[in-house]
């Protein structure tokens, strides 16, 4: 590899990491004040600072499933997954010594949370399966709630999936394709993309 080339390489590497960092810290943003204490009535002990983790959990879960889903490069993934451990790493709210149990905590809301988004022919809608998610998470495994409380908690997590998806554009843009080409050509051919710079 020519020193232009890994000087490239490695400014690209550079660029792709900041932006990763960019789009973890949205992910970081605390719950609102109303949110957690709506979800801390689903606590058996009204546990607010429970409820706020969960939200806290949700948001990152669903900002690293997102950025799976939606980016436009492949790699986009795996640095934000790195972002985030990072961010994690220097979160003041995880106490000394509880990183690897806040890690777990977060790994098992992954699994939940990207089990919820990919099971397919149900007659639930995915909004309803991601608020029981994270009602089962805050409630310690209840299994009947009000269908005002999903709806709720749909609408919740539908938001902060809105949001991430917003961040991630914002953060590494978006495809841009000539009018007369179809984006799955595009995707098959291997034209979509990170923005250049």
Known sequence: MSPISFWR??????????RAALYVATLGREPDAADVSWLSAHDPARDTDHARWELRYARRALGLLVAERDALDDRTASLVGRALANAMRAD????????A????????????????LRRRGEEEATSARLARTLLDFVSRGRTAYEPAAIAHGGELLAGYIAEANESLRTSFGVATLPEDVR????AAAGGLGPPPG
């Open 9 to 18: 390489r490695w400014r690209d590497e550079q660029t792709q990491r900041r």
């Open 92 to 99: 003041h709210n995880i106490a000394p010594g509880k990183l």
């Open 101 to 116: 149990v806040a890690e777990q905590q977060l790994n098992a809301r992954l699994a939940a949370y990207g089990d919820a």
């Open 183 to 186: 984006p799955s050509t595009a």
